[in-house]
């Protein structure tokens, strides 16, 4: 949608805003995969876009799970953005493969993201239980990637 949308929100410095680069689900390819003339894709010029427009340090952007190849590869693109990263779980994307990419490129600023993959994990009435124990789980695979990468835990 361009600047002009985003402005209003921009202005807010302490306010972070993450926006839409390359999203999880299939449909992704329809736009934010096209190759451009220039012989880069969409979603490159958008993360591009997104860096002249982050003056207050206020820009984050969305990257999803699923598109691991393409997160390694931009991931000087990205540079310092901070991400947040849908789709682990449900959708396909995994968390050891994601945080594993990250934490080896010494990358700390991003939030990933689990929704149906905890939510669904019961639709009974062992719901809270299980639902707590993916969490833990979860939670475990990102201490145990933190330290195999030699890397701090901070909140």
Known sequence: ????????????????NFILVLTSNPGSADFQK????????LYQEVTK???????????????GATNLTELKENITLI???PLLIPGVGTQGGSLEDVSSSLFSEKKS???????????QKSLGEDFAEAAGNEIIRL???IVQK????????SY
């Open 49 to 63: 876009k997104i860096h002249t427009w982050n003056k207050n340090k206020n820009c984050g952007i969305v990257f």
């Open 34 to 41: 096209q190759k451009l003339l220039s012989g880069g894709f």
């Open 1 to 16: 949608m361009g600047q002009d949308s985003l402005e209003p929100f921009l202005s807010y410095v302490d306010k972070l």
């Open 146 to 153: 933190l330290h195999s990468y030699n890397q701090p835990l």
């Open 109 to 119: 600023s991003f939030l990933i993201n689990v929704s149906r993959g905890i939510i």
């Open 139 to 141: 939670n475990t695979v």
């Open 79 to 81: 540079d310092n953005l």
